[in-house]
């Protein structure tokens, strides 16, 4: 799974193309800040199975340990000048979390 936070459905789809995706569909959120939309879907929860691929700290801070592991680019790879994980250092991570993990579902958080 990919989260673009921040990135409304009707911007996305307006750019992206949708065609190539296995499975595509836009849902309603339910959080309005990171931090209750992780709490709401993660925390308490056993997501064993699952690798955490995040740019954002509130992964840990509300469900740290619902994962079976979570990479956190916050704490190595932020960029101060621009405010953020970039989106390059994110994706890198993730394709080498699949080759460290490739056993494991992905969730793959953009910021």
Not at 17 to 37: C, K, M, T
Not at 86 to 104: C, G, L, T, Y
């Given at each position: ?10 911007y ?8 190539p995706?296995d499975?595509?569909?836009a ?12 709490r ?19 992964t840990?801070?509300e ?22 994980v ?6 890198d991570a ?18």
């Amino acid at each position: 799974m990919i989260v673009l936070d921040a990135c409304r459905a009707d911007y996305f789809e307006q750019v992206a193309q949708i065609d190539p995706f296995d499975h595509y569909s836009a849902r309603v959120s339910l959080g309005s800040h990171s931090n209750e939309w992780t709490r709401r879907d993660f925390q308490g929860g056993s997501f064993d199975d699952t690798v955490y691929v995040s740019a954002n700290p509130h992964t840990s801070l509300e469900a740290g340990g619902a994962f079976h592991h979570i990479v956190k680019l916050w704490e190595t790879d932020f960029d101060d000048e621009a405010g953020v994980v970039r989106p390059d250092v994110v994706r890198d991570a993730a394709i080498s979390a699949h080759e460290e993990f490739p056993d494991k579902r992905l969730i793959v958080h953009f910021m």
